[in-house]
């Protein structure tokens, strides 16, 4: 589905707005536009300020809106569950006024949402490789993160302007970030192990980049297809990165002592996402050839 906002492929005509410079999707977006020559600015508005957003639209003029600003907690999840009401007003206020203020202006919202909002049932048991769908509605309220995030998705299906992407477990080629799904497990004592659907941002990014040139509307599961458990990333880790590498492994049973809110974890069917770009590769493809191959070289270098 697309709606008549700007599209254009002449990369000069094109004027991003940006929300999330703070943060680790939003800062690569600008990064990815500076080396693709596209203009860009980054709001300075609150999401939740109807006004302030009217200002950076009315000063900026922009093509399409990026919206990569959100509260995911610090250092994780477990933050919302203390702070709800700023999670509210930043996922779920925040987020409505901005596509209400680009559905007013006529622009499309390409809006980075998370896919953590489903976890394995009888219809979709692990390992079966039988994946959520975009239509399907959220069956994971664990978390009160995404409890909100599952609760936006909802309303903002009644935005035609506005392009959902469910990303899950970003992961990119900078192992150095501590936001990173890879750099996270690699540090923890010990990790649970199973399958889940993810998103390869060095991948994924320009696609969205291209999604917004294309109009594209509607949800889409932004993840690559297929899944990968957390052993078989942090095998790959250890043949590619540090040969030394160990870990430790527990159940989901012992890890819910040491957490406050459950953790969503799930497979996302990426059917819809492949039919535009058939170059998009599989999760395992994906992290060899944009995250560890990379860093392989780099380690080689440095060692």
Known sequence: MGFAGNGSSDTKSLNFLIYGRTGWIGGLLGKLCES???NYTYGSGRLENRTSLLADIAAVKPTHVFNAAGVTGRPNVDWCESHKVETIRTNVVGTLTLA????ENGLVLINYATGCIFEY???HPIDSGI???EEDSPNFVGSFYSKTKAMVEELLKNYENVCTLRVRMPISSDLANPRNFITKITRYEKVVNIPNSMTILDELLPISIEMGKRNLTGIYNFTNPGVVSHNEILEMYREYINP???WKNF???EQAKVIIAPRSNN??????LKKEFPELLSIKESLIKYVFEPNKKTAEVTA
Do not use: H, N, P, S
């Open 251 to 253: 159940t989901l049973e």
């Open 244 to 246: 030394k590498f160990t």
């Open 36 to 38: 693709q020559g596209i």
């Open 131 to 133: 994946g959520f769908k």
């Open 100 to 103: 209400d203020v680009c559905r």
């Open 121 to 123: 049932d009888d219809k």
């Open 267 to 272: 497979e996302l069917e990426a059917t819809k």
